[in-house]
């Protein structure tokens, strides 16, 4: 068991939980910032800057921007998808931006009418206008494991794009497993083979439970030796262009493992699943959290 080692959480529910659902109230999503802050979470993606007619329910996020200001100590990110979307972000006063790269070019085509070689191209142009206004770029490698249309990604793909990504001046880089099929076995294989490639570079993972491994898959990450994960609180979310993508894992079920395995997280575990509850009242509908239905067991 480790000695206080520290995993870093960062809340995606505003943007990657709520990009499925159909569009909320503004009011609705800073009820649920808020139940988000109060779980002590030092970062958050809180929207994306995107086409709102390929993503409706991110059609705010100029005015979720703008309040964002409310909460102090907590860094705020949003998803790019072009320079475009870089430039609209920094105008609304994010500073940090993450700029996603599918590993395969069906799924690239279907999310931004771009090859995946196109979109890598463009990582340069973006970190460019980033830096330009003191503001950092992460990028995010989508379909890292396997793609709905393709089939399994080969790592070389992940590879190529994580080395374009450094040499093109990327602040940040991270691993996706959008459709919710890896393994903890391949979940190992990629990082080892994604060290060497990025260097120094922070090394994050994103992982989706659609088929019931994202946490054993996020535990793999670590034991990896990644300390940045992403989560949703009541595991909300999916992929709007990959069928059956649904199921990020759930912010309370991941801090309950990691806490209860010796790590150290910033995230208070019932802070969080009163925040599930925030986002469940939201869009209305039941979320997939193991610890909304079961608790934690220090409280059963």
Request: overall charge negative; aromatic content about 4%; some cysteine.
């Amino acid at each position: 068991m480790p000695s206080s080692q520290h995993v870093d959480i960062r809340e995606v529910a505003l943007r990657d939980g709520l990009q499925i659902e159909a569009p909320i109230p503004l009011s609705a999503k800073l009820e649920m910032l808020a139940a988000v802050a109060a779980t002590g979470v030092r970062e958050v993606e809180a929207t994306a800057f995107v086409s709102p007619s390929k993503v409706p329910s991110m059609a705010d996020a100029a005015e979720l921007a703008a309040e964002l200001h409310n909460f102090p100590g907590i860094e705020f990110s949003a998803l790019v998808a072009s320079p475009n979307g870089a430039k609209r972000a920094i105008a609304a006063g994010l500073r940090s931006i993450e700029y996603v790269v599918a590993a395969d070019d069906t799924f690239s085509q279907r999310n931004v009418g771009r090859s995946s070689a196109e979109a890598t191209d463009q990582i340069g142009e973006i970190v460019a206008i980033a830096h330009g206004s003191d503001t950092t770029v992460e990028v995010i490698v989508a379909t890292a494991w396997d793609s709905p249309f393709e089939g399994p990604t080969p790592p070389e793909r992940v590879l190529a794009i994580a080395a374009s990504a450094c040499d093109q001046g990327a602040d940040r880089f991270s691993i996706a497993d959008t459709i919710g099929t890896a393994t903890p076995g391949r979940v190992s294989s990629l990082i080892d083979q994604v060290r060497p490639v990025i260097g120094d570079l922070p090394l994050g993972g994103h992982f989706h439970n659609t088929r019931g491994a994202g946490l054993a898959c996020a535990y793999a990450a670590v034991l990896a030796g990644v300390t940045r994960l992403d989560a949703s609180v009541g595991g909300l979310g999916g992929c709007p262009f990959a069928p059956g993508a649904t199921g990020n894992i759930a912010t309370e079920d991941l801090v309950y493992l990691l806490t209860d395995s010796g790590y150290d997280v910033d995230v208070d575990l019932q802070a969080a699943i009163t925040a599930a509850r925030v986002a469940t009242a939201a869009v209305g509908h039941d979320l997939p959290s193991a610890l909304l239905r079961a608790g934690d067991r220090t409280r059963a």
